[in-house]
């Protein structure tokens, strides 16, 4: 069975700074798809980068990066320049590929609050 | 509409009773999931739906738990003889097409409910 592991429940990070949040996975699959998600106060989970794991090159957007380590089953999300909108709890997830099922399975979560 | 519409926003019930949830999802848009979120936990898959079909249902929880869709559009979730554990965050996402895996899953807000 396929699981995410976040191992980081809480961070905190300096306005302007870097931060990265560690995420795991155990798959037997070849082709799947990892996530990052950002859940604010709203509730609302919110998409902050994806990665295919066919790609080796490391998704990108804007001042969210990811370092992808297929081999080690490690997908950690790097966020740059800090901004206080950025404080929520940030979820890794984990989709087969191939359309056989298409569910989301989620980590439990990281808090990063951002101090100013 | 522009996002994924969840209604109630919040719902407090009585144990025992029955409650129902409401999804519309953004038009278009012919997957549709719901995951359940209980305090501090991450996101658990419930069941998602093709057009009107249910391709997997598998984590739906207890056989008090179920789910329709109704022309291709809004979907109900539906809970009897509520118990306290059913307390939790339900969230409803929708992708255009869910055989698609490269396709991102939308959240709506989700509906807060609280078994007394």
């Known amino acids: 069975a396929q699981t995410v592991t976040q191992s980081q429940p809480e961070m905190s990070v300096q306005e302007a700074e870097t931060v990265t949040l560690s995420c795991t996975y155990d798959?037997?699959?070849?082709?799947?798809?990892l996530f990052w998600y950002k859940q604010p106060p709203s509730r609302q989970m919110i998409l902050v980068i994806r990665?295919?794991?066919?790609?080796?090159q490391n998704a990108t957007e804007n001042r969210f990066s990811v370092n992808f380590q297929k081999a080690a089953k490690s997908f950690s999300l790097k966020i740059s320049d800090s901004q206080l909108g950025d404080a929520a709890m940030y979820f890794c997830?984990?989709?087969?590929?191939?359309?056989?099922?298409?569910?989301?399975?989620f980590g439990t979560g990281t808090l990063l609050a951002v101090q100013p | 509409g522009a996002g994924v519409s969840q209604s109630p926003s919040n719902k407090v019930t009585e144990k025992g009773k029955d409650v129902e949830l409401r999804c519309d999802p953004i038009?278009?848009?012919?997957?549709l999931y719901w995951y359940r979120q209980s305090l501090g936990q991450g996101l658990e898959f419930l069941i998602y739906?093709?057009?009107?079909?249910?391709?997997?249902k598998s984590g739906l929880p207890s056989d008090r738990f179920s789910a329709e869709r109704t022309g291709g559009s809004v979907s109900t979730l539906t809970i009897q003889r509520t118990q306290q554990e059913d307390s939790a965050v339900y969230l409803c996402?929708?992708?255009?097409?869910?055989?698609?895996?490269?396709?991102?899953?939308?959240f709506g807000d989700g509906t807060r409910l609280s078994i007394l």
């Open positions: 990665q295919e794991a066919y790609k080796q």
């Open positions: 798959t037997s699959e070849s082709d799947y798809y």
């Open positions: 997830a984990y989709r087969i590929g191939g359309g056989a099922t298409n569910k989301l399975i």
């Open positions: 739906f093709q057009g009107n079909s249910a391709p997997d």
């Open positions: 038009s278009g848009h012919t997957a």
């Open positions: 996402a929708s992708s255009l097409w869910a055989l698609d895996s490269n396709q991102p899953q939308h």
